[in-house]
Structures are given as C-alpha cells and as structure tokens.
C-alpha cells in the first residue's frame, strides 16, 4: 500500500506503529514538529505521545511551524506532556494553560525561530516529526500542506520521524520551494525578486541514515474555522478597497497593486475576497497562510499567483482544491515559513501586509495578541514580521467587540505588539485611518474621527483632549486614566461605563 | 579658491550667498537636508533661511538624515520656521516646540523614510540642502562626515543646493558608498555581504543642471557629547564582555563575534570601549554612528573594519581623525543610512545590536523614546531597524536615573518601541538578563534577579507577585497599578514612594 510512497526500500524496516515511534521521545527532549495554521501537522505521533502521556509522567519542548489540527494542542495540553510551546499556538485548553502559567509559552515573530536554533541559540531539537506524502530514493521528504519550520526542524534533529499521509496526493510533489539561508557568516541573499521565483529544491534534503522511524497516517487536516463575510467585514473590505482605489488613481501604485499578505482569521478573509468586486487586476499574494480568498481570487481570474508556508481551507474548498490540485499547482509555491516571512523578502517586494488588530490605542500602537493585557489570545504570528517590512502596513479589526462593550480602540493598548511607527493604516467598519506621515496628535484625531464606534467618541474625545491639556507631550497620556475603558470593562462588564462612573462620581 | 571643490566650472556661475541660496525655499515646501548625529549637515544655508524665518513669516517641513549639529534645529525652531519635522532629532529647544504640540514630529525608523518618499507615501521633496566636500566633474557630489538620507533627497528634490565646505579634505572622496535600492517591483537583493563590501559608488549621482545654487562654507562640525565611561557604564560593559565570552566558549560565536552595531550614546559608547580589555580580535562594525569607541578599537588593533552612516567625535578625536584621515580611511565606509539601517542586511550578517533603553519593563517591552509616556526624548532612530534584525539584540542602561529616584525597569513601559520579542539582553551595572527562550513570567523574574536596583526589588517584585496572583494570563499585569510608579514619580518626585504611599493608606 504505502511502499511507492517510501523510495527507499531500506526504508521499509523503519515503519512502526504511531506508538512505537513515539518511544523515541523522552521527558525533558525538545520536539520539533511540522504544521502552520491546521495544515500539515504530524498526526499519529503526537497523538500517541500524548496518550502515553496520560499514563507517563514526563514533560516536552513543543516548536512547531505555526498552531496545530486535529486537536493536537489540546490532547498534548491536557495530557500533561507540554512543559514550554514556542512560537505560536491557537488551541483554547492549551491557553488556559499558558495564561494558568502551567505552559510556559514563547512567542515569537514567526520568521526568528529557526534563525535562533541555528545559531545555537535555541535548542537543539532531539527529534524532528515531520509529515510527508513521500520519502523520495535520495531519502528527502516531500511536505504535505505546510512547510513552516519543517526543513529546519529535520535538517537539525538529532532524529527524524516521517509521518506519511496517505490521504494526499503526491502530485503535491513540486508545490513546494526549500530554501534554507547559509549560516553566517558565510550568507548571500535570497534570491527571491518576484513571488512565483523559486529559488530552492522540491523536497527537504535529509541523509535517510537519519530517519528513525517511518509512520503511516491517514488522517486529514482539521478544516479552517473561518466565517464568512457580514456586514461589518465587508465595510472594512470596501473602505479598504476605496484606498487602494484612491493609491492607484494618484499613481502611488499599479492597478496590480503590490504582492498582498493577509493575515489569518475572518476579517483578512474577507478583505482579500472583496477584492473580487474591484478593477484590481494580476494580483498576486507573497503571504503566510493561503485561506479560502485565495482560490477566490483565482477562480475570479484576480490573482495570477500566490507564494505561503501553508494552505488552510473549509471544507468545502478543500475539497475541490486537493481533489483537483493540477488546476492550481502551477500558480503556488509553499516556502519555509522563514522565507515567506522574511524581512528581506518583504521590504524588497514592497507588500501591503493586511493583519487583524486585538486593540489599537489612540496613536496607533497596536496589541495583536493579549486580551485585557495578560490573557494570551494566539500569540503574534507572522504580523510583525509583515507590519514592519511592508510598504503599507494595513491593521483591520471590527470597531467593538463583545456586543458593544468592548472598543477595538483605547486610549492606551494594554499590550503592543506592533508600534506607531509599524502602522499605516487603521481600518475598521466605521472608516479608515491614513496614518502616513503624521505626527501622534493628528494620528489620535484621524483614528477618532474615522475608527472610533460612535458610542465611544465621546469617551476617548474627552481622554485626548484632556491629555493634550494637562501632560501634553509627543504623545499624551494621563497614565493613572490610560486604561479607564479596561478597568471599566472588568469592573462593570462594560467599557462605555468609564463615563457613567466618572458622572457618579462628581454627583 | 574654492573652484577645485566644484568640477564643473557651468557651476560656478551659480555659487551665491547662503541667503540668496535660502530664498530658494519658500512657504509650505518640504526641504530635505544632510546631516546625520550633528554629522555633515548643511550648515550656512539653513542658518541663512532661520534668519529670514525672523522677519518672515513661513514654515516648512524638514527632514535630514538625523540630528543636527551648530544648534541648527534650536534655531530653525525659536525662528519657528518649522511646522514638521522628520526623522529624527535631539535638540532641546525644539523638542519644548515638539511636547508643546507646536511643531508636529513624524518619528521614524531611520530606515524607512527615503523608502516612503521613493513611493510617494511622504514627500515630494521641493528642495534639497547637500554639504559635500566637492561636486565632481560629471555632477555628482562628495558627501562630507555622514551620508544619512542626503543622496535620496539630493536625486529625488526639484532642486539641489550644495554646500561645499572647505574645512575638510577633498581626500574623503573615496570614503562613502552610495547605494540606492532600485524602484519596486524591480528591486533586486542589496549585495552586501561582509561589513566592508562596497557595492555602489563613491559620490551622489547628480544632473549638474539639477542644482540650483552653491553655497560655499567653513563651519566645522558639533563634536559629540558624549561623557567618558563611569563606575556603572564600566560594570555594564564588563556584565556584557562576559556574557559574550561566554558565548564564545559554548561555540555559538566566534572570537570575532559577530559586526557589531552600538547606538549613540555614551553608555553603548563605554560598552564598546570596554571591547578593549577582552581577548576577542578581529571585530568588525556594521553600525549607524561611528563614535570615539570605533577609533579607540582601531588604535587598540581589535577592529579590522567598520561600516556607518556617520562620524560623530569628541573634539580630541575629531581633530585627530581628519587630521589624518588616510591613516583610518581603507578600514571605514560611510552609506546611506537605509543601507547601514537596512532589515535585509542586518539580518544576513547576525549583528550584535546595542541599544540604549530609556526604559525597560519586567516582560522586557523597552521604550527608547518617551519620558513617562508622553515627553519626546529624542527618537527611536535607528534602534528598531538593529533590535528587529539583529541575531543578538542587546539593551543596555543603569538601573536609575535622577539620583534614584526613577528606576529604569518598571512594571509596564509608558511606551512601547521595541517589544518582547525584540529583546534578547537587558544589561544595567546590575547584572544581565538573558531572556533568550523565557516566557514572559520567566523574563521578569531574571529581570528582577539581575537587572533592578535593589532600591525597587521590593516594589517590583510585590507587582509581580500580586499580579501573577489575581490577574494572571501570559504576561500578568494589574492595569490600574501597572504605572504606579511613574505616578509616584510624579506626585512626589520619587518612585521608591510607591510602597509608602500604600503603608501610608493602609495606616
């Protein structure tokens, strides 16, 4: 069954249960594991790590490319097994987790992590778990529907285990582009000037001698969460859309646009989608995760190609997409999630980066990753490595939050992930806010005037105003007020309570 | 006497004075001028135009490469001749101008702002203003002490003056590297791959017919303020000596390290001196300014070469160093500063970064730039483009300021320029923190072992504890006491008042 699938015949020995090549990992080791974003994460492995995790006591290292399928996260969590987990996850039981302070989680710009095992200043990993829809004859892997960190995890490991995926096609052979920068001091540039170059090899090298065992698998990425388009994301979209419109006419840019990255979740989705409503033409996508608005895009004769690390679906478009993989395979390229985000790349092609803002504060600092300050939401992922090296840096988010009682815009993020000077652009249904060239001051007026939702302009109106007057400054702020909305929310269930409070008070 | 400065002799009709060369920029236009770190800025034509700005009423937008020497932005500024300025600046009497609201300051990376004007997000540049230390034959100019943004403004400005200034030696041509990124979406890689690689050309590309008026001057440079090492800037650089050495011996740098870049200021200045009393050989530089610390590692034979964008001296080395520029001029290059600046180069060579923090807090968010969250400081300068990038990110400051009543580490930074993950050391007289692969409630608990002063291990730890206990999550914070000690501060002129004001309550 499996055997065309393993090239190697010497290979054939190394198949083992799920169970048995768990056995290679031991309490205290650090575990390297593909998967970004629900797509092409090891499967049978984990899971049978984790069930012996649930009669033995011992504790891993989990690095991954990106957030885990098939409940992985939580069945690791909840077995006990996970000591620390870097850099990024998005499982709710291994949050509770994390926030309890039980999982000590490190969140990282998602283009750092394998910089930072390289130079030894990470690691090492003990064992790489990888999946793959085949071992090619000169023992290198072909990924399934992710790259992430999967080359360098292997590449690195002490061990290697493949997991291969029955349930795809190796006809996904070729989608991928492995391209791993030399160590330094020794290093040249990347030689990626256009999205569709590729510059590696097919498969991840790997010398088979260090491949310690073979699993088998069948099982199918969990399916992307995403929801479809609603009022509110379909205004940011257009707001959006009208800017972009506007840069073209004042021939700040092409009717193609510049290579487009969208952020993961519903808000970016739909922003890419309503690109189908415009004149926008040849587009293409230098991104990380490659959702639903990229086949989209396709299919509505937009987007002529787009490079990611992974391609997260519905259902129903996963489907279609992997049940007819030749229509598209020529127009993709999946990349070590280090080159798909990597600064030089980036800032060379000139993106405009679309990511889905937590908070934003008045001037345009804005927290991607903790609810109310310390709650961990996911962690950043790629947006800082997109927000920073973008030509137009784009934070999209709903005005509020929690039926009203949360604003999407404060005084003062409780958290920043990406500051002033990261962010162009501010989007939510209410308006947009052209950031460019302007100092803190006009910021906080421009982000009022076209961000706030209109039950808080009041509220944060008066916080400016009462900021410019008594501290003033670049930036000003009254610190003893800067988190009133926060408070008011956790003390009253409500942020639109600051007022009611401070009326209360002086009565 | 100054026709060997300007090759071709067309030009040397249009020599004028600095006041019939300031009449060039009128109201609402948007100049452009040299200088970087009181380096290389023009100097007769901007003093000319605050002249004017005293009978006449007009404003414009400046922008240079950096700050300025000759007390040229406190006299642009008390002539109020500025309505905006960018990217950077360090003058007290404008800075009073920019808290006040008056003057609105665009605060950049330093790295980005030719990128902005180049795709027409900032800009256009009316007029741009060029020391140079001659115009060559084919028009093009040598710069003088610093590079900075001067060949973008000078290629994309309507019109160029050229201030030629006869105080320094024509034998600096030869010193610079002007490279400029092609136009997107045709920009190739920047070929640098060594700090010492040069890879554009000596002089500023430059139509004759482009520059509208020559300016001859003879005023010298400011020298640096920079202070020479003291107990606590010595303790600093011995903490990070020997944290690199250790390095070195677990074979994750060599005795070379890696180039090295170290922000302005007397404490990164110290830290690099100190480089003198180890064993480590053969350093080289990829930094932004070049300060006294570069010439004392050249003398000391540690430094084989060093990359910049500026030469900003004490007196007694700036007349030593131009006074024999031959002797140092093989071992330096000065770029423009989006090149000495750029993510794509910095992340290729793994610098080690040092930055001074104004202000760290205990997760290790570091703001560079406000004073209690609201007061400009200076700017973020060049130190997000090295903290991003660098393979080691290193911030350094003492551990109190203002005789002790302020402690640098504080439960949450006023303001955020460089977050968590942007920081790998934080290194005070104290100690070092080494917070490579911690989480959050791991990073504060080294930062508070190492770092803090031991007249706020009490305050900062009972946060930690109370926070941690209530509130919780990844990075536990208690939003209405996370700045309580900037409101002691405040209130009574201390933070150390924090605990007493809560014993005083509880009385």
Known sequence: MYEDRIKPRNLWAKVVTPEEAAL???DGMTVGMSGFTRAGEAKAVPMALAERGRRENFKITLLTGASLGNDLDKTLAEADVLARRMPFQADPALLKRINAGEVMFIDQHLSETVEQIRSRQLGPIDVAIIEAVMIKEDGSIVPTTSVGNSATFAMLAEKVIVEINLTL???LEGMHDVYI?????FRGPIPITNPRDRVG???IPLDPSRIAAVVISAKQDSCSTIVPPDDETRAIARHLSGFLEHEVAKARLSSSLAPLQAGIGSIANAVLHGFIDTDFHDLTMYSEVLQDSTFDLFDAGKLVFASGSSLTLSPERNAQVFGDVGRYKSRLVLRPQEISNHPEVIRRLGLIAINTALEADIYGNVNSTHVMGSQMMNGIGGSGDFARNASLSVFVTKSTAKGGRISSIVPF???VD?????VDLIVTEQGLA???GLA???????ILANCVHPDYRDIIGDYMRDAERSTGGQTPHILERAFEMHQAFRDHGDMRRVGGDRATAAE
């Open 434 to 436: 052209d950031l460019r």
């Open 418 to 422: 990406h500051c002033e000077h990261d």
């Open 440 to 446: 803190p001051r006009e910021r906080a007026r421009v």
């Open 169 to 171: 096609s190796p006809i």
């Open 181 to 185: 920068p030399t160590r330094r001091p």
């Open 413 to 415: 993020a409780s958290h």
């Open 201 to 203: 090899v097919p498969s």
């Open 24 to 26: 290679h990992i031991t």
